[in-house]
């Protein structure tokens, strides 16, 4: 398990009140940093994901008619297949906007 994960595990055992957001972000930078290191294999992940969603996203979308749900949802799916594809793409750069919301 990872130093992030079981840092975060014994904090939040520690208490019996539920866990809020002072609590989950007082984590040390660098163990977040190595949480971060270790995603590296991702971005072919989101890639591939993404490249599925948009080739049955444009199927489902172009086969059915203009009003069908069917067509709605194939436009949906291609959507968040090229979402997927721009993260997959420039994996550093969104995670680099992450690690700066995290603060780390």
Do not use: C, H
């Amino acid at each position: 398990m990872s130093t992030a994960a079981s840092w975060y595990i014994r904090a939040l055992s520690r208490s019996t009140d539920p866990p809020t957001l002072t609590t989950l972000s007082t984590a040390p930078s660098e163990e977040i940093q190595t949480v971060f290191d270790n995603l590296g294999g991702l971005s072919e992940v989101f890639s591939a994901v993404g490249l599925v969603l948009v080739l049955y996203g444009a199927i489902g979308w172009i086969s059915y008619g203009d009003k069908s749900k069917s067509s709605a949802k194939g436009k949906q799916l291609f959507i968040f297949g090229v979402l997927f594809l721009a993260i997959g793409f420039n994996y550093n750069g969104f995670l680099q906007v992450i690690k700066y919301a995290l603060g780390a």
